[in-house]
């Protein structure tokens, strides 16, 4: 497969799943109605950045894939990381488990720094462009938890 069509599919998977998991939350999104803390963003903040992170996120493994460096272990932090990211926002949004959300974010949390070691062992660059997403997930996880909080 050529180095086009690798970082093709690497970025068209996450960017599809976070579109059909947005689309399918976009109802019951009520962000803008929560009592939110200190630092909150505008909603318009979380799909700029979720589309950029999904973008980094897709590069990061077609660098990994485009040079054969994906192995099951790449391949089972990765994508166990995309379903715990796919299920967190129908967990907050649309369930309205706001504890539990925090809990699954942790757990996000847990998985990202794992997947960013084991990217990072094979390729500096594949993981290095994570630590903008742990870094978001980590302010994401400060969010879940002062909204629940704040909300109860």
């Not at 970082?7 to 999104?29: E, R, T």
């Not at 995309?82 to 309205?96: D, E, G, H, S, T």
């Not at 996000?108 to 462009?129: H, Q, R, T």
């Amino acid at each position: 497969m050529s180095k086009v069509k690798i970082y093709a599919k690497a970025i068209i998977i996450p960017l599809l799943i976070g579109g059909v998991v947005g689309f399918i939350i976009s109802k019951a999104i009520d962000y803008n109605s929560l009592e939110k803390p200190f630092l909150a963003p505008p909603s318009i903040a979380f799909p700029i950045v979720w589309t950029i992170l999904y973008l980094l996120m897709g590069i990061s493994y077609g660098i990994l894939d485009s040079n054969a460096l994906v192995d099951t272990s790449i391949n089972k932090i990765y994508y166990w990381q995309l379903f715990f990211n796919a299920l967190w926002p129908i967990a907050f949004f649309i369930l309205k488990w706001r504890f539990f959300s925090f809990i699954w974010i942790i757990v996000l949390a847990i998985l990202i720094i794992i997947m960013i070691k084991e990217f990072y062992e094979k390729n500096k660059v594949a993981g290095l462009l994570q630590i903008p997403y742990l870094v978001w997930t980590l302010f994401a996880t400060y969010l879940n938890l002062s909204i629940y909080f704040l909300n109860k």
